[in-house]
């Protein structure tokens, strides 16, 4: 099955340090979203693209849908040692089912 | 409150066993969706449910099975043709074109 390209695969920084990081795809896509997931927990919703171009805050993160339609990349500011875990992007390609496609996730350490 | 709720959190497998994973939503979501994760390979689609008494296969159905005979629940089965079975299991719901909602997933260890 068909998995996006989502990169870096694990990141080390410092607390206060903005964080970057995006997914790609082949294919056009008609949804992004962006996951955290802490350990041993299920993924939590953080941010939900629908439109090309979109520009989505919430708090310190800030993502967006690629106007090419085949990615989009999520924004962490000022990053606080709570923002640990690891971070998924998923999509849902256009013309297609109402099935998602996951990123393989980017494990974010914030040393204090 | 409005969620999808897995049970149990850890399950132990004794080799050739069946175990059943539980998933149960009340968010009145049509689609569900089973999952396995493992580490540095995210998640991948093992079974979905659009609608009540019906499902079909992932990516990596092999040595599993599932059941919709209530759209509140999509229960999940490792059976013991499953050969490797220790993994993270995750359920989502999703109504429509919209984004999926996660339990918290069950831990499941062969012992």
């Known amino acids: 099955g068909q998995q996006l390209n989502q990169s870096p695969q694990s990141m080390f920084i410092q607390e206060g340090e903005d964080v970057s990081m995006n997914c790609t795809s082949s294919?056009?896509?008609?949804?992004w979203l962006w996951y955290k997931q802490e350990p041993g927990e299920g993924p939590v919703l953080l941010i939900a693209l629908y439109k090309a171009g979109e520009l989505t805050s919430n708090g310190r993160l800030t993502a967006q849908f690629g106007i090419t339609r085949k990615d989009s990349f999520l924004n962490i500011s000022a990053s606080i040692p709570s923002d640990v875990g690891i971070y998924f992007c998923a999509g849902r390609q256009q013309g297609g089912s109402e099935k998602l496609v996951f990123g393989k996730g980017m494990k974010l350490t914030v040393n204090p | 409150d409005g969620g999808i709720t897995q049970s149990p959190k850890y399950l132990f497998r004794k080799e050739g066993q069946n175990v059943t994973l539980s998933c149960e939503q009340n968010?009145?979501?049509?689609?569900m969706y089973w999952y396995r994760q493992d580490p540095g390979q995210g998640l991948r689609l093992i079974y979905y449910s659009q609608i009540v008494n019906d499902f079909q296969k992932g990516d990596i159905a092999e040595g599993y099975s599932v059941s919709r005979e209530k759209k509140e629940s999509f229960p999940l089965t490792v059976t013991s043709a499953q050969k490797n079975p220790t993994a993270f299991y995750l359920c989502?719901?999703?109504?429509?074109?919209?984004?999926?909602?996660f339990g918290q997933g069950t831990r499941l260890t062969v012992v």
């Open positions: 989502a719901s999703i109504q429509g074109y919209t984004e999926a909602f």
């Open positions: 294919s056009i896509f008609n949804t």
């Open positions: 968010l009145n979501h049509d689609a």
